[in-house]
T-cell receptor, first 112, second 116 residues
Framework: DAKTTQPPSMDCAEGRAANLPCNHSTISGNEYVYWYRQIHSQGPQYIIHGLKNNETNEMASLIITEDRKSSTLILPHATLRDTAVYYCIVITLMDSSYKLIFGSGTRLLVRP | DAGVTQSPTHLIKTRGQQVTLRCSPKSGHDTVSWYQQALGQGPQFIFQYYEEEERQRGNFPDRFSGHQFPNYSSELNVNALLLGDSALYLC???????????????FGPGTRLTVT
């Protein structure tokens, strides 16, 4: 599985957009970018995933560069409840199933 | 609709003992994965079960074993416990879709294992 690089920590003000970057320069053509987050003392929570195109759902937007070597997770209006560790994961699907290889993630602190 | 449930919530064991952790997947899911999360680190993949068989395994010794039952629930067994096995053990369930389809993994709250 390709490795990812994320800043260890970031902060943003409540109500502002949080932009979390991720580098995955060794990603190959059939590998997906997944984002999960883990709020303190809870299990990780799926946020969004993408392959080539930008994606948006009710939680966030995912912007993938054209060369696919990096991506950005955008929380458009961060709230205090978005304070968590955010993991960017690159995976290869195997028979429609996959294992998640977590790195250290980015600890996002949303300030009041 | 119940999500992924795990039991027990907390557990304290002594070195050398054996432990069994349990996981019930989200309704409709057929695949269960287990992860170990040491304090301050990201979760580490242990193994995954589908159709009652282990289909993928991470870099964990044979002391870690598992089982999946016909109702898709799963157990994680750890023998000869070491102090280093102290961690949060997470179970995640998912649905194997048709080829080319992706489904996210839903995580349970975890079992906190302390080995003394």
């Amino acid at each position: 599985d390709a490795k990812t690089t994320q800043p260890p920590s970031m902060d943003c003000a409540e109500g502002r957009a949080a932009n979390l970057p991720c580098n995955h320069s060794t990603i190959s053509g059939n590998e997906y970018v997944y984002w999960y987050r883990q709020i303190h003392s809870q299990g990780p929570q799926y946020i969004i995933h993408g392959l080539k195109n930008n994606e948006t759902n009710e939680m966030a937007s995912l912007i993938i560069t054209e060369d696919r070597k990096s991506s950005t997770l955008i929380l458009p209006h961060a709230t205090l409840r978005d304070t968590a560790v955010y993991y960017c994961i690159v995976i290869t699907l195997m028979d429609s199933s996959y294992k998640l290889i977590f790195g250290s993630g980015t600890r996002l602190l949303v300030r009041p | 609709d119940a999500g992924v449930t795990q039991s027990p919530t907390h557990l304290i064991k002594t070195r050398g003992q054996q432990v069994t952790l349990r996981c019930s997947p989200k309704s409709g899911h057929d695949t269960v994965s287990w992860y170990q999360q040491a304090l301050g680190q990201g979760p580490q993949f242990i193994f995954q079960y589908y159709e009652e068989e282990e289909r993928q395994r991470g870099n964990f010794p044979d002391r870690f074993s598992g089982h999946q039952f016909p109702n898709y629930s799963s157990e994680l067994n750890v023998n000869a416990l070491l102090l280093g096995d102290s961690a949060l053990y997470l179970c995640a369930s998912s649905l194997v879709g048709s080829r080319g389809t992706t489904y996210e993994q839903y995580f349970g709250p975890g079992t906190r294992l302390t080995v003394t």
